[in-house]
């Protein structure tokens, strides 16, 4: 692996349900991030973590929920899908120096789409 | 509230020189960034700005005034594979990147 990696690809969801969202990076970052990328809008962040076992809320969280057991990974889970989470959804990574350039780096992306 | 603003869509020539503003007003500042996004595909990162001033790195340019709250992205001897959109991104004071809703670059022949 290099860099970071998202699965799955694309997903067709029935309302309701119950989705995990895959986010696996190998460049040992600290900070992780989840946004998602809607038509005519900025990314938008939902959660983020700056280390292994901490996790934050970002601009839009409702719905959403994730953790960081480890460095490598950061899964994202809708516990109840709704139409309205239909979206591009985008891992990021970052070292997390504060004061620096502290880069965030891009994951290919999960299409979701909520029916 | 927090706020970027970039125009939508652009059009320009191949060969030419195109320049791409952004505004912003957030609370804090500590960097503005510029990333590419092709379609379908993830941004990928292009310029960093923190102080005033001009960053070059080959054909792209970026421009920085912190008192006016505005940065260009500059884009010289454009070729048909610089086609994407352009996202300009401020860090606020939490830290956080605050990103505009991208500006879609058209290259013609």
């Known amino acids: 692996i290099a860099g970071i990696t998202q699965a799955p690809t694309s997903q067709i969801l029935a309302a309701g349900r119950r989705m995990t969202l895959r986010c696996t990076q190998d460049?040992?970052?600290?900070?992780m991030y989840w946004y998602r990328q809607d038509l005519g809008l900025g990314l938008r962040l939902i959660h983020y973590?700056?280390?292994?076992?901490?996790?934050g809320k970002g601009e839009v969280p409702d719905g959403y929920s994730v953790s960081r057991a480890n460095t490598d990974d950061f899964p994202l889970t809708l516990a109840s899908a709704v139409p309205s989470q239909t979206s591009v959804y985008f891992c990021?990574?970052?070292?997390?120096?504060?004061?620096?350039?502290?880069?965030?780096?891009f994951g290919p992306g999960t299409r979701l789409t909520v029916l | 509230g927090q706020n970027i603003d970039q125009p939508t869509e652009m059009t320009a020539t191949e060969g030419a020189i195109v320049q791409i503003n952004c505004t912003y007003q957030t609370s804090g500042f500590n960097g503005l960034f510029w990333y590419q996004q092709h379609a379908g595909e993830a941004p990928t990162f292009l310029s960093y700005n923190v102080l005033d001033g001009l960053e070059e790195k080959g054909r792209f340019s970026s421009f920085l005034s912190r008192s006016k709250g505005y940065s260009y992205l500059l884009l010289k001897e454009l070729q048909m594979k610089d086609s994407a959109s352009y996202l300009c991104?401020?860090?606020?004071?939490?830290?956080?990147?605050?990103w505009g809703a991208g500006t879609k670059l058209i290259i013609k022949p």
């Open positions: 460049m040992r970052h600290n900070a």
């Open positions: 973590s700056n280390t292994a076992g901490t996790t």
């Open positions: 991104a401020v860090r606020d004071s939490n830290y956080q990147l605050i």
């Open positions: 990021a990574s970052s070292v997390e120096e504060t004061g620096g350039t502290d880069t965030q780096y």
